[in-house]
């Protein structure tokens, strides 16, 4: 427990160095592809959200989600990508693919679907290739061009906001 949580002090400390590089948004095109990076331990209505996000316009097809647990049991399976604390280096390096792919994904809106801030989860929002990147209020402002004010149990308030301020921006 010690050692995870030095790991943590190290990776934020990373983070906070490359914090500095943040750019600005360039989305000038509609979104139609979305990536949705999702903290299980404190939201475990992963489809629910898919399903609003669905309702509100975007393809099912379109729509990438990477799932990311405290901690995972030897046999258990999963409908998403799942990833934990485990597969990071002690430099914020990933050591799986479908990670590495997802943060190389050029999604035209990237949702940062958790509330609380982990290493893991900040260090994937801002190496991401997205062109827009949403998220809540409660985690670092430098590293989401929107945040909305909610919390992470209330998805259909979440993604009512985010459609609403997308539409006053021209984004959809």
């Keep these: 427990m010690f050692i995870r949580y030095i790991k943590e002090i190290s990776l934020?400390?990373?983070?906070?160095?490359?914090?500095?590089?943040?750019?600005?948004?360039?989305?000038?095109?509609?979104?139609?592809t979305v990536g949705v990076l999702v903290d299980e331990s404190y939201?475990?209505?992963?489809?629910?959200?898919?399903?609003?996000?669905?309702?509100?316009?975007?393809?099912?097809?379109?729509?990438?989600?990477?799932?990311?647990?405290?901690?995972?049991?030897?046999?258990?399976?999963?409908?998403?990508?799942?990833?934990?604390?485990?597969?990071?280096?002690?430099?914020?390096?990933?050591?799986?693919?479908?990670?590495?792919?997802?943060i190389n994904t050029p999604f035209d809106m990237l949702i940062s679907y958790y509330d609380t801030e982990k290493a893991p989860l900040l260090l994937i929002t801002n190496h991401s290739k997205a062109l827009f990147r949403v998220g809540f209020s409660t985690v670092d402002k430098r590293l989401n061009h929107l945040m909305i004010n909610t919390n992470a149990e209330n998805y259909k308030v979440f993604v009512h906001e985010l459609f609403r301020y997308l539409k006053i921006l021209n984004k959809i």
């Excluded at 399976?77 to 914020?92: A, C, L, R």
């Design 12 to 32: 934020k400390k990373i983070l906070k160095r490359s914090l500095h590089n943040v750019k600005p948004s360039s989305l000038l095109t509609p979104i139609q």
């Design 43 to 102: 939201f475990p209505d992963k489809e629910q959200l898919t399903k609003e996000l669905i309702a509100c316009g975007i393809k099912e097809n379109n729509i990438k989600m990477i799932v990311f647990r405290d901690k995972i049991k030897k046999n258990e399976t999963f409908s998403q990508p799942t990833f934990t604390n485990n597969d990071m280096s002690w430099k914020g390096d990933f050591n799986r693919n479908f990670i590495t792919d997802f």
